[in-house]
């Protein structure tokens, strides 16, 4: 045990059944940002965020009941104060009798991950919510976003868009410019912004 608890890159954390750390690793000393002896007077609750403990004491108790391990992600609040994302594999340990009474975590930080998850959201709302129009097409010319200002520019909703063939919102004459610009992405090339025209779905050509 001693020798998995040193080699692992994982930080791993032995408490007993009301939380109280029993022994932890250094990995996991430096994910929480406490030192051992500090954590071996703590208790797993007292490092938990706030919001995040109820859902964790929850699956704890349950695996307590059943023995059922279980995968959880949570925010510890590391000694300078600052928030750590982590994603946490618990399980029971039993004696030799097969009693329940130690729990065994395994704790990897995901907090780049968790903030590039974040970036990706906000990113998100703002294509929603512009009234720039914002598309994007696959390399098979298939329509694979349209957010609300593609839906005012060119009278299809995000509905009726996505899935569709970029053809729809592209005048006949200029259909084989486009696959042209696709061949070149394809190839790694890069298009520069341009003027052209589109196709509104009444008819009507839209310069954009």
Sequence with gaps: MKAIFAQTTGGIALTDLDGSFVTVNQRYCEIVGYSEPELLKMRMQDITHPE?????????????????????????????????????????IRSDSGKITQAVTVTIDVTERKRAQEEVRQLAAIIASSDDAIISIDLGMNIRSWNRGAEKLYGYSAEEAIGSPATIILPTDIVDEENIIIDSIKAGGHVQPHETRRRHKNGTVVHV
């Excluded at 995040?52 to 300078?80: C, W």
């Design 52 to 92: 995040d403990l109820p859902g964790n004491l929850a699956q704890f108790h349950r695996m307590v009941e059943t023995g059922s391990s279980f995968d959880i992600e949570k925010r510890y609040i590391r000694r300078d104060g600052t928030l750590v994302w982590v994603s946490n594999s618990v399980s029971v």
